[in-house]
Nanobody, 129 residues
Framework: QVQLIEAGGGLVQAGGSLRLSCAAS????????MGWFRQAPGKEREFVAA????????YYADSVKGRFTISRDNAKNTVYLQMNSLKPEDTAVYLC??????????????????????WGQGTQVTVSS
């Protein structure tokens, strides 16, 4: 079992920045790939970013490329999402998730939300125009 707790959400003006964190406890953190997803009211959950077990590879949705950066610190059992140049359309609940690592997998493996076994409760991000 892996427990995930997100933090760092809030209200920010368009063009601003936020840094989300997700602290993990339970099983060995470095065994898992980590992802960030988001869900806006009335919309399906969508992939935002993912990072492999050692941080060596990262994947992003096209909508956030160049603005968001995912990273992890295995010594602290924490994954981060640095969000810059925020837009009103980034408003959503942001959730972190963990899935078993499968070395050599392609981007689809990390972006497909059904493969993630453990999920946090989410943190609200609201971007005002």
């Amino acid at each position: 079992q892996v427990q995930l707790i997100e933090a760092g959400g809030g209200l920010v003006q368009a063009g601003g920045s936020l840094r989300l964190s997700c602290a993990a406890s339970g099983r060995t953190f470095s065994n898992y790939a980590m992802g960030w997803f988001r869900q806006a009211p009335g919309k399906e959950r969508e992939f935002v970013a993912a990072v492999t077990w050692n941080g060596g590879n990262t994947y992003y949705a096209d909508s956030v490329k160049g603005r968001f950066t995912i990273s992890r610190d295995n010594a602290k059992n924490t994954v981060y999402l640095q969000m810059n140049s925020l837009k009103p359309e980034d408003t959503a609940v942001y959730l972190c998730a963990a899935r078993a690592e499968l070395i050599g997998s392609g981007s689809h493996y990390y972006s497909e939300n059904r493969g993630y076994r453990y999920w946090g409760q989410g943190t609200q991000v609201t971007v005002s125009s």
